[in-house]
């Protein structure tokens, strides 16, 4: 075999290199080029993506799926499609939170080394391989594993900023989480905690155990009690799943209390669009508040996050973990709005 080789000739060595590098500059990643449910997305070869001056390139360990994933994928509502695509979608790689480790940074990036574990937001994060601006990503603790630092981004900064900023939750108020078994639930409970307030969870049969297991004080079990009828009264109603009417909602609100929607699409992007009008008229009456927002990812708050699960008052929930080959059948399962906690996409396990 050695005289073989010793006998290849030069031009038939730099071209097996070249073939090598070629193959080294691929990777593979879900993608679809068409709106439509999950089946059409596709596990394939394409280009190993290069970092920009300011960008980090990430070995993908792990990466999570949002709501967001499969409302880009089916096009849906119809109205988004004037910003993401009229008839085929701008947006062609699905997944946005990533954890891995770097594997080249640009000129600028230069808070990072290759070698980091690291976890943040991107585009096309159901991958082997993606880039992001380094301003988008954090160090991942030591004691949290790259599945749990996946899980992160999207999800627990909508907690944080709904809660700390849209909520101004402060330490002894009551805070009602409606959707406290979901991504962003099961993150909300938790930061509530650790900033001081007394949590009220609000979730189904089978999940009642789990939310009051991350620390709820109280849990609804809202298949057998309608909690927009009780007789308790909170400062806070942070609202994920937006199935009760904000006039409901606010019967439940102390005289200077806070209701917080999450999301453009926890109760349909029109119904978002029409909130600022319906609570703009609701202030001129009342003194409480009512905010609406979508998460903005930053470095400050990701590293707020990592020192959260570092001293183990966050930990996050993980429902299903798939591969990459896996993931029509990983969003087709969060579709369904049955996840307990968040979804997994594992590169490992696809390796």
Same mark, same amino acid.
């Given at each position: 075999?050695?005289?073989?080789?010793?006998?290849?000739?030069?031009?038939?060595?730099?071209?097996?290199?070249?073939?090598?590098?070629?193959?080294?500059?691929?990777?593979?990643?879900?993608?679809?080029?068409?709106?439509?449910?999950?089946?059409?997305?596709?596990?394939?070869?394409?280009?190993?993506?290069?970092?920009?001056?300011?960008?980090?390139?990430? $070995?993908?360990?792990?990466?999570?799926?949002?709501?967001?994933?499969?409302?880009?994928?089916? +096009?849906?509502?119809?109205?988004?499609?004037?910003?993401?695509?009229?008839?085929?979608?701008?947006?062609?790689?699905?997944?946005?939170?990533?954890?891995?480790?770097?594997?080249?940074?640009?000129?600028?990036?230069?808070?990072?080394?290759?070698?980091?574990?690291?976890?943040?937001?991107?585009?096309?994060?159901?991958?082997?391989?993606?880039?992001?601006?380094?301003?988008?990503?954090?160090?991942?603790?030591?004691?949290?594993?790259?599945?749990?630092?996946?899980?992160?981004?999207?999800?627990?900064?909508?907690?944080?900023?709904?809660?700390?900023?849209? +909520?101004?939750?402060?330490?002894?108020?009551?805070?009602?989480?409606?959707?406290?078994?979901?991504?962003?639930?099961?993150?909300?409970?938790?930061?509530?905690?650790?900033?001081?307030?007394?949590?009220?969870?609000?979730?189904?049969?089978?999940?009642?155990?789990?939310?009051?297991?991350?620390?709820?004080?109280?849990?609804?079990?809202?298949?057998?009690?309608?909690?927009?009828?009780?007789?308790?009264?909170?400062?806070?109603?942070?609202?994920?799943?937006?199935?009760?009417?904000?006039?409901?909602?606010?019967?439940?609100?102390?005289?200077?209390?806070?209701?917080?929607?999450?999301?453009?699409?926890?109760?349909?992007?029109?119904?978002?669009?029409?909130?600022?009008?319906?609570?703009?008229?609701?202030?001129?009456?009342?003194?409480? $508040?009512?905010?609406?927002?979508?998460?903005?990812?930053?470095?400050?708050?990701?590293?707020?996050?990592?020192?959260?699960?570092?001293?183990?008052?966050?930990?996050?929930?993980?429902?299903?973990?798939?591969?990459?080959?896996?993931?029509?059948?990983?969003?087709?399962?969060?579709?369904?709005?049955?996840?307990?906690? $968040?979804?997994?996409?594992?590169?490992?396990?696809?390796?």
């Amino acid at each position: 075999m050695m005289e073989r080789i010793a006998e290849t000739s030069p031009r038939s060595l730099a071209r097996m290199d070249g073939v090598f590098q070629a193959f080294q500059r691929r990777m593979k990643a879900a993608v679809y080029n068409r709106y439509g449910p999950p089946d059409v997305i596709q596990i394939t070869d394409v280009d190993k993506p290069v970092p920009k001056d300011n960008e980090v390139l990430i $070995k993908v360990r792990a990466a999570s799926a949002n709501p967001l994933d499969f409302h880009l994928l089916r +096009g849906e509502p119809y109205i988004a499609r004037l910003l993401f695509g009229l008839r085929r979608p701008k947006i062609t790689r699905p997944g946005v939170d990533v954890a891995g480790q770097v594997e080249a940074v640009g000129r600028s990036a230069t808070q990072f080394r290759p070698g980091d574990e690291v976890f943040g937001c991107c585009r096309g994060a159901f991958a082997e391989y993606a880039c992001t601006p380094a301003s988008k990503l954090a160090l991942k603790p030591d004691n949290v594993t790259f599945e749990q630092a996946a899980s992160v981004p999207v999800a627990a900064l909508t907690a944080l900023q709904g809660l700390r900023d849209k +909520g101004m939750l402060r330490p002894g108020q009551k805070a009602l989480i409606n959707g406290a078994a979901g991504g962003v639930g099961t993150f909300a409970v938790q930061i509530a905690k650790s900033l001081g307030a007394q949590v009220t969870g609000v979730c189904s049969t089978r999940n009642v155990e789990m939310v009051r297991s991350i620390g709820a004080d109280q849990v609804i079990d809202y298949t057998r009690q309608d909690f927009t009828k009780g007789g308790r009264r909170y400062d806070l109603i942070f609202d994920l799943v937006a199935n009760h009417s904000v006039l409901a909602c606010r019967r439940l609100l102390n005289p200077k209390g806070t209701y917080v929607l999450a999301g453009a699409l926890s109760g349909g992007l029109i119904g978002f669009l029409a909130f600022p009008i319906k609570t703009l008229a609701l202030s001129l009456i009342v003194s409480q $508040k009512f905010a609406a927002f979508i998460a903005r990812v930053n470095q400050q708050d990701l590293t707020i996050m990592r020192e959260l699960m570092g001293t183990g008052k966050v930990i996050p929930v993980i429902d299903r973990r798939y591969s990459l080959s896996e993931v029509p059948e990983a969003i087709r399962y969060l579709e369904e709005g049955h996840a307990r906690g $968040k979804v997994i996409i594992a590169l490992e396990r696809s390796a």
